[in-house]
């Protein structure tokens, strides 16, 4: 049984906030900070916190800006998040569904189909909006996909590829013919704003990719990238990490003694455990040598020479590790067209970022050419997919 993506597709938030805005808003909300804390800060009971820099942010990331659900909140030196308004579950899709929907549709337009021919769809993602109903389901039924199954599934910024294993795996099994695989992602909401190591890396997004049996038995003619292999890795670590759960307030509770403040006064601290937080020189330190060695470990069991690979769609998650992991699997003088990037535009959009990069460049292959989408992030948990196109 030969499977395919026949389609991907693409939703763009309405807004963007180049460095410059994002740093004058932080910067803003440090001197008030400073100055409202200054004798603290003289005794040394606490620190000072440190203004940011658009320039040094695009040094040692490559992000220039990032497209948000809502712009004001974040740049609001008082708010410092995104104001989405709540909206009834079942009565119109919810905000991170209708992200979704816009998606998968641009996804079965461009592989031919209607949504009542797919047969699952995998919500594939970092951060969910709720326990359940699962987003997946709530897909499935408003845009009209009938029968069939949904569910979600997270492994953070590598859900893509384990999504699309996973929709490999549904057809070969016989449980259908056609799968959508969906990252939505909100990571604005889930980002601390006040913390100067991490307030620039995310935006938010939302992909979708059609994953099919073509061929003779399916009575759909072979499109798109034939998928040739998946190989997934995990293995457990804590530098990287967002411990927000519905626990929380039960833990801080017994912290406290039943005594303590909400959890939601933590949240706006710019030290607060409770959201995204990160070790990037460990990550890097860690990761980059991780995802080149499965990438080349998958080539050599399909024997498939590095030099044959014609592009590479990284996890956009910073440009200094795309260029190192390029390095490491094709070599020193590898051609930086080969790993092209999208991450000074979108920044890190976690699950859909490998995603993104395949949609906007996958065209610039020819028939019968080699590329791997690799996806990487917490866990540790790396995602690599080999595909041909058709």
């Not at 890795?233 to 759960?245: A, C, D, H, P, W």
């Not at 040598?289 to 470990?297: D, G, T």
């Not at 044959?308 to 190192?324: E, G």
């Amino acid at each position: 049984m030969s499977i395919y993506i026949t389609g991907t597709g693409l939703f763009t938030p309405p807004h963007s906030i180049s460095n410059d805005e994002l740093v004058e808003s932080f910067n803003a909300y440090v001197e008030k900070y400073n100055r409202e804390n200054a004798e603290a800060i003289a005794s040394g009971e606490i620190e000072a916190l440190e203004a940011s820099d658009a320039d040094f942010i695009t040094k040692v990331s490559g992000i220039k800006s990032r497209y948000v659900m809502d712009k004001d909140g974040i740049l609001d030196p008082n708010v410092m998040t995104p104001r989405l308004p709540a909206r009834t579950l079942g009565e119109t899709p919810s905000l991170m569904a209708q992200m979704g929907m816009d998606a998968l549709n641009d996804a079965l337009s461009e592989a031919g189909l209607q949504a009542d021919e797919l047969d699952g769809i995998i919500v594939a993602c970092s951060n969910l909006p709720r326990a359940y109903p699962a987003l997946a389901i709530e897909i499935q039924h408003f845009i009209g996909m009938t029968g069939g199954f949904a569910y979600d599934m997270n492994v953070a910024c590598s859900a893509a590829t384990f999504g699309i294993a996973q929709a490999v795996g549904s057809i070969q099994a016989g449980l259908g013919k056609r799968m959508a695989v969906v990252n939505v992602e909100i990571t604005s909401a889930h980002l601390n704003w006040r913390n100067r190591d991490s307030h620039f890396i995310f935006g938010d997004v939302a992909t979708a990719s059609i994953i099919e049996a073509c061929g003779k038995d399916s009575g759909r003619e072979p499109k798109g990238f034939g998928i040739i292999d998946s190989k997934l890795f995990t293995e457990f670590s804590t530098n990287i990490k967002n411990e927000l759960g519905f626990l929380n307030r039960s833990e801080d509770l017994a912290r406290q003694n039943g005594q303590g403040d909400d959890i939601n006064n933590d949240l706006q601290s710019p030290t607060s455990d409770h959201l995204f937080m990160q070790n990037g020189r460990k990550v890097f330190r860690d990761v980059c040598p991780k995802v080149a060695s499965l990438i080349k470990e998958q080539l050599a069991e399909n024997d498939l020479p590095t030099d044959t690979v014609k592009m590479m769609w990284l996890h956009q998650a910073n440009a200094n590790m795309i260029d190192l992991i390029l390095r490491q699997v094709m070599g020193k003088e590898a051609d930086k067209a080969i790993a092209p990037m999208v991450i000074d535009e979108f920044a890190n959009t976690s699950s859909a970022s490998p995603i993104i990069v395949f949609h906007r460049y996958k065209d610039k292959l020819k028939s019968g050419d080699l590329g791997v989408m690799c996806s990487f992030g917490a866990g540790y948990s790396i995602g690599s997919v080999l595909v041909r196109k058709v």
